[in-house]
């Protein structure tokens, strides 16, 4: 099996699309239209430095992504599934046809604008430590107000919240033998900083009309599936993303699960590629892992096993709950 993934915000660059917008001259109009600017402007010259802010530079993203994957469509066989790194989900929905090319502009312009007014705070990857390590020392400093934001590879994980926060929490990690990066964003996305656009956003999700996925999507905010929900469910999960963790790592489990072999970056970066691999090295055989027994010959085939455990006392997350349906 094989799945698209998109890049997220990040991957953004002077020159983008540079062989893509000529080829459909077309949707480079209807964009413009929707934005109120020019798309090949934004993204070939830059000349106001808009790349960097991200207002701008989601729609971007949204806007080369989409026509790396009709350009790749060329090529390369259909995809049995998709996947994006948090602004990168809106490209996989829409190669899913969940909803429009036009519809996802609206979508990420707004989110983009949203996640830019909530601004104050920053993002700082940890490499070299794994999940739990990040989370226990954040545990040491709760009155700090940083939680993890991505939780990229098994040992990459982004953290967000207060900078000066950001700044003691560094020296610990790296008296733990981690590497910390401060990342070159305007807030702490993916945390509670991003409540109040998350609300507004929803607001603005629910006049959407959103179709079921034609092929598997991998959620962001759950690590599992989307699942083909109503309008209104769809309207909540892509509202929460933006306050909540990017669960890349459970992302591409999952597509593991379903037994995805190959892993193509859309969009002409490599920034997701090595992820994948790493993601990919340290996930068990999950045939290995989850062997499932044969119905016997008078049984009828079940849908699906699964096992889970959960902390005790009934207290199972939403998101294991959600990843188990």
């Known amino acids: 099996m094989r799945a698209f993934v998109f ?39 830059d000349p106001h430095d808009r790349l960097t802010l991200t207002a701008y530079a989601q729609p971007a993203i949204f806007m080369v992504s989409v026509l790396a994957f009709i350009e790749a469509r060329k090529t390369l066989p259909p995809p049995d599934c998709t996947a994006g790194h948090s602004v990168g989900e809106y490209a996989a929905l829409a190669a899913a046809q969940v909803f429009d090319f036009e519809t996802g502009l609206r979508l990420v312009a707004r989110r983009g604008a949203l996640m830019a007014e909530a601004d104050g705070g920053g993002l700082a990857a940890v490499v070299g430590l794994r999940h739990a390590e990040v989370e226990t020392l954040l545990a040491e400093e709760p009155e700090g107000g940083l939680s993890v934001a991505n939780v990229n590879t098994p040992t990459q994980v982004v953290v967000g919240g207060p900078k000066d926060a950001l700044g003691r929490f560094a020296g610990r990690c790296r008296a733990r033998g981690g590497r910390v ?15 109040d656009a998350a609300r507004r956003f929803h607001a603005f999700l629910d006049s959407v009309e959103f179709r ?28 929460r993303h933006i306050e909540r963790p990017v ?43 989850f062997p499932v027994p044969a119905p016997a010959a008078d049984e009828a085939p079940a849908f699906g096993r699964l096992v889970a455990g959960s902390l005790g006392a009934g207290m199972a997350g939403p998101e294991l709950v959600g990843a188990l349906a």
């Open 7 to 45: 890049p997220g915000q990040g991957s953004q660059r002077k020159g983008m699309g540079r062989d893509l917008f000529a080829l459909y001259p077309d949707l480079v109009r209807r964009a413009d239209a929707v934005l109120g600017y020019s798309t090949a402007e934004l993204c070939l010259e």
């Open 181 to 195: 990066v401060p990342l070159a964003v305007s807030g702490a996305f993916h945390t509670a900083a991003m409540a």
């Open 212 to 239: 079921a996925p034609a092929i598997p999507v991998a959620c962001n905010l759950t690590g599992g599936l989307h699942d083909g929900r109503t309008a209104g469910g769809m309207a909540e999960v892509l509202a």
């Open 247 to 289: 669960l890349w790592t459970r992302c591409v489990e999952r597509l593991l699960g379903l037994g995805v072999g190959e892993f193509q970056e859309i969009g002409g970066t490599r920034i997701l590629t090595p992820m994948v691999e790493e993601i990919r090295r340290s996930a068990p055989p999950v045939s290995a892992a």
